[in-house]
């Protein structure tokens, strides 16, 4: 068979089934360079990335002072949490661990009031 290459589905979330995502928490103000093109280059140094995604307000296109970086490898992202972890961008720190959730679990949650907590 032919080497296992990521389906590109058209205007569908690129396929993230095995990928590691790492959220990056901005302290301070949002620098300029806080695009997921900047991003992007930074965590490149580190491996293959499969995805950058920073999240907007809702009400405004202001973007939120934090993003999710995805690797291919999840050595890659253990490497870039190392290297980035306390990075000085623009004056303000980052912080980079470890996402416990992935975007489409965040989303599909969305607002919780009203909803008795389920019992596990």
């Known amino acids: 068979g032919r080497g296992k ?6 205007g ?19 620098p300029d ?9 930074l965590f490149n140094k580190y491996g293959e990335i499969g995805d950058v995604f920073i999240p907007r307000e809702k009400y405004s296109e202001r973007s ?13 992202a253990r490497e ?3 290297k980035l972890n306390g990075y000085k961008m623009g004056g303000s720190m980052l912080t980079v661990s470890k996402a416990n959730r992935s975007r489409e679990m ?8 009203g909803r008795p907590p389920t019992a596990s």
């Open 12 to 30: 569908g979330p690129p396929d993230i089934t095995g990928m590691t995502s790492l959220k990056v928490d901005c302290g301070g103000s949002l």
């Open 64 to 76: 939120r002072p934090f993003a999710f970086v995805r690797y291919f490898r999840e050595s890659d």
């Open 5 to 10: 290459l990521p389906k590109m589905s058209k």
């Open 33 to 41: 360079r806080w695009t997921p093109e900047e991003l992007k280059d």
């Open 80 to 82: 870039a949490i190392k």
């Open 106 to 113: 965040a989303r599909a949650e969305g607002p919780t009031e």
